[in-house]
């Protein structure tokens, strides 16, 4: 078979895309008829910035999703003969999978392609969910911060200074290593801080439905049910100190070291988190509406969670989509310096790192991931601030 | 403004000792002392040996007694070894006592001793102010880069909101922000570096910078650093220009006749300028793991490079040592960050 030059390398990477290309038109087709029904999210099609950020995020979002069909070979996969092949050579003859390594080998002698595109499915697994997370630990200590004042808000910002003191890569080596794993620090770290989404959820709840008991009762315990167990599941981990949840109960086993790297990268945004929230909430509580619901006899967190918290969620959705910008580029950090993740892992960071030893000589497998991570931030990036825009007009 | 700088000083201090102290005591828990007996003494030891050879090392006293003696407020730990020659803390090969000389009581951080590195097998006080020395130089390259542009590029955009040239400087800056530097350092060398592309104008290595600071060796790993902060900086810079255009006496200063390039070059500069200086001197936390990671990528063997060997290789000292340094890095910068917005902001006086 012959090799594949440039232009063909590209039109087969394009076709290989079709069902995101498919997704991201349906996607924007729907949402621009349906533009002045959509609120802020129909806005956003109103600036271009916006739009190609909200495109390219979309590629990714459906390139995870479709990431089975999109490979052509098995991205863990190594074909003897194909180490560091330059892109678009063929592979030999009965190869699983397609005809060509469109964008080469790395220097394990796998398709270079596919491992990028099972990166994606790593990276917008972990980033999106992580961040949410820390928005919760942050708005959840951040609302009470701000709203209390006092005692309370020193010893927060104070911790949260703390944490925010330290140089990232160092708290990474710290919190990451083997030993430190051994001793069960992260898997205590993981319950401590994963209870804030249940608080977050039970207090929304409780304070929003405490005068209709017979609906407070059914949320309530809907949380405690179904929260619980994906709570108890997530932080009792084989191989682990905390492993003590019976095995028949247990919902899903996070593979080794995502459930680690997802702690770091949380608990190393949600200071940040519970700064941005502690400083809007300080802004919004001095507003007439705050004070109306105190004088209607709302409860502190009825005010904070369905008074204070919507009024914030212009500035907060901003910084969501940056955020996630953000927790990709510190899991491409985690990757970059081989902590965390398993070291055949496909994600970008991990790649990189693979491939930057022979970058002077073949510099494909580095450039790929790198230009796939750059992309999606990049596109991050345009979309908060093209929602910033278009929320500033009104 | 004194009781301010006191009060600052104070928390800052409480800071450093509650960090310092949580450092120091993720590097001595137990798995980490295990892998430190083994690696020094034998990687065969038994469970039992290695319990003795921390023992008589003093490593299974109280943590707290050990942080103190690390700063140097409670007296070093002294002990007798099986042939009954006298051990202690001060009296570790790092603090190269004369023979016969009579080791101190007090040896800590705070005495000048910071212990002796494993991996280098040097003093690691010597360490770290040669590798900050090294690290020194690379960031004032980038800062003799990255500030000058970024101010430039955030007044083009912000003096004339909304034009064509702050919509394209402002992408740019978007872009520059989503690039972090294992992905730029990574492209750079690629395009400028390889012989597959075939430009090969600079190194990609920096290691020979270390002795000789070339253009040839210098430029990538400047750059790389650089290019992530300026975005930042820049549109930061951008944000207080364009407040800064919309203000009264800017309208007053034109509706007089003042040409638009002495508007902006004369009246609204200085005061645009403050709001950046805050984020420059806070932007080194942040440049502080770009540095990392370039020395990593272009192995300078600074600062960063150091970090990562220390941490890497389970050199406990080394690595107390190294994160005293950043952690302080990052609060005089915090500080010197607040002190400078309150003396150049006239507006803001603390109450």
Redesign the interface.
Known sequence: MEELSWGAVFAQIFAQFTPVWIGIVVVFVVSIYYKSRLGLYGKLFDSNIGMIGFALVLFWIFTALFADQIVTHDPLAQVSGMKNAIPGSPAPEGTEGGSHYLLGGDNLARDVFSRMVAGSTVVMQIAPLATLFAFMVGITLGLPAAFYGGTLDTILSFVANLILAFPVILLFYLLVTPEIVQTGLPSYMAAGLFVFPLIFLWVLLNSRFYTQPTKQKLYLSGVVLIGGLLYLSLISQDRTPLNFWPDALDLFDIPGGILIVFVSVVFVNSPTVYRIVRGIALDVKTRDYVSAAQTRGEGPWYTMLWEILPNARGPLIVDFCLRIGYTTILLGTLGFFGLGLPPESPDWGTTINDGRRLLSIYPHPAIVPAVALMSLVLGLNLLADGLREESLRD | MALFILRRLG?MLL?TI??TF??FF??N????L??LAKTQGNMRMTDEQVEAWLDGRGYTRPIVVRYGEWIGVAPGWTGVDDDGTPVGRCRSPGLQLEEGEEPPRFCGVLQGYWGFSTVFKAPVLDIVLTRLGLTGVLMFWVMVLMVPMALIIGILAGMREGSRLDRSL??VS??S????E??SG??L??VF?????GLRWFN?TATSAMEDVTFANFTLPVVTIALYGMGYIARMTRASMTEVMTAQYIRTARLKGVSFRKIVLKHALRNALIAPFTVIMLQF?WL??GV??VE??FNYKGF?WT??QA??N?DIEL?LG??VV??IV??VT?LISDIGYVYLNPRIRIS
């Open positions: 928390v800071t509650c960090l949580i450092v993720l590097t828990l137990h798995p980490n295990e892998k402002s992408t978007i872009a922000t989503a690039t972090p294992y992905v990574v492209i060398i690629a570096a390889s012989s597959a592309v990609g936390p502080l793991n990392v990671i990593t990528l960063g970090l990562v941490a890497g389970n690595l190294v994160s950043s952690v990052v609060l915090q």
